[in-house]
């Protein structure tokens, strides 16, 4: 367990370091466009880059945010249950989330191969949109096995004593 566990957060570290040169490329392409528009010689394509940045800021973003526990939960009614029972509904909340992320994954990878086929490309730059497409299925893949990884180490706890 403890090597899955090594592999999952090697994983999540190596999607926090892709996102954040994404954002800091954001932030760069942007800085540079406002200066070189006060020059009236804007960055042809900057909005697109910068969308296409964010993306990836977004979906890299979600693994890690689940690993720490960032999201936002509602467990008005969960809480006053025992702990035993509390992380057998984690841990059955979790497998369903983890699969539902698998799905997802394997989904958006099915459309990025569907993309690629078709050579669609996005409107400025002529970027291959598929690419995006593959970042983002890899990281919904990642992000659910951090969340199935979390039901196992729930099923532990409710399995203990």
């Known amino acids: 367990m403890k090597s899955w566990v090594s592999l999952v957060t090697k994983l999540i570290n190596l999607l926090k370091r892709i996102g954040a040169g994404a954002l800091v490329g954001m932030m760069v392409v942007t800085c540079v466009d406002v200066i070189f528009r006060g020059f009236n010689r804007p960055i042809f394509g900057a909005v697109e880059v910068v969308s296409f940045m964010a993306t990836i800021v977004l979906a890299c973003a979600m693994p890690l945010t ?6 936002v939960g509602v467990d008005l009614f969960i809480r006053r249950l025992s702990a035993r029972a509390q992380a ?10 983890g699969v539902l992320f698998g799905l997802v994954c394997w989904q958006m990878w099915l459309y990025g191969n569907t993309v690629k086929a078709t050579g669609e490309v996005s409107m400025s730059l002529q970027f291959p949109d598929y690419i995006l497409i593959y970042i983002v299925s890899v990281a919904f893949g990642v992000l659910g096995l951090v969340i199935l990884t979390e039901s196992l180490v729930n099923l ?3 399995g203990a004593r």
Do not use: I, V
């Open 66 to 71: 689940e690993f720490e526990n960032g999201h």
């Open 156 to 158: 532990r706890k409710a």
């Open 88 to 97: 057998r509904w984690d841990a059955c909340t979790k497998l369903f989330s």
